[in-house]
């Protein structure tokens, strides 16, 4: 199989740095793990926080812990550090190899959703964020890993869009596209599905904007790994 991955990110108005992280880790024993961390608040701030949850998720994935001990540490890390004054969520999406599966573990509110055999399906429900209560577990949510799925998420800058003018993402027309979504038009895709939710909120978002996808396809073509990517400074 090939995992085909893309993400977009679009920092709150006026500021110059995103208070989410997206992160790609490769599994010890197969598959990748995409992980999204969004920081209370804005700014660098929040990006302290982000990147501290983000990373603490890509230490743990890379030494072979497994996603729910992953969330249930990074919750424990930033309670202690900051003993339960600041929150963050955090959602990893994995397709892993050896189990042959995918693993979504949420905390977060924003959904996931994902496509298996043609069929697009929201993953949602209660999901406490990290960092206020001791005792805060993901949702975890475990799927067999087939070819032609994908799976989408996002942060909440994305579900808030356009709200301030009465204004909101066309979720039937989103659930559509996912539906014939091609593989090969991920990217492309991701940066025009971001670039809607701004112009949502008339070209200055109201919070930090993220968006990844995680891909799966089968593939019996030569082992060459492309990564391609865009970050101004």
């Given at each position: 199989m090939r995992i085909e991955v893309a993400w977009a990110k679009m920092p709150k108005g006026g500021f110059g740095e995103s208070g989410d992280s997206i992160e790609l880790v490769e599994r010890p024993l197969g598959g990748l793990s995409l992980i999204l961390a969004d920081g209370q608040g804005s700014g660098p701030a929040a990006k302290r926080i982000a990147r501290m949850v983000a990373m603490k998720a890509v230490a743990l994935i890379a030494e072979g812990s497994r996603d729910g001990a992953v969330a249930r540490a990074v919750q424990d890390m930033l309670y202690t550090a900051r003993e339960g004054r600041v929150t963050a969520t955090l959602t990893?999406?994995?397709?892993?190899?050896?189990?042959?599966?995918?693993?979504?573990?949420?905390?977060?509110?924003?959904?996931?959703?994902?496509?298996?055999?043609?069929?697009?399906?929201?993953?949602?429900?209660?999901?406490?964020?990290?960092?206020?209560?001791?005792?805060?577990?993901?949702?975890?949510?475990?799927?067999?890993?087939?070819?032609?799925?994908?799976?989408?998420?996002?942060?909440?800058?994305?579900?808030?869009?356009?709200?301030?003018?009465?204004?909101?993402?066309?979720?039937?027309?989103?659930?559509?596209?996912?539906?014939?979504?091609?593989?090969?038009?991920?990217?492309?895709?991701?940066?025009?599905?971001?670039?809607?939710?701004?112009?949502?909120?008339?070209?200055?978002?109201?919070?930090?904007?993220?968006?990844?996808?995680?891909?799966?396809?089968?593939?019996?073509?030569?082992?060459?790994?492309r990564l391609h990517a865009s970050i101004p400074y």
């Open positions: 990893v999406i994995t397709a892993d190899l050896y189990s042959r599966t995918v693993l979504v573990s949420r905390n977060a509110a924003c959904p996931v959703w994902g496509r298996q055999e043609g069929r697009v399906f929201r993953i949602e429900g209660h999901s406490d964020v990290i960092g206020t209560y001791r005792k805060t577990k993901p949702a975890i949510t475990e799927l067999p890993l087939i070819a032609d799925s994908l799976y989408l998420t996002f942060s909440d800058g994305i579900l808030t869009a356009g709200r301030r003018y009465d204004r909101t993402i066309n979720w039937e027309a989103v659930e559509t596209q996912l539906e014939s979504l091609s593989l090969d038009d991920l990217n492309q895709w991701v940066e025009e599905f971001i670039h809607t939710a701004v112009e949502l909120d008339r070209g200055r978002p109201g919070d930090d904007m993220s968006v990844m996808m995680l891909g799966v396809r089968d593939d019996q073509g030569p082992s060459l790994r």
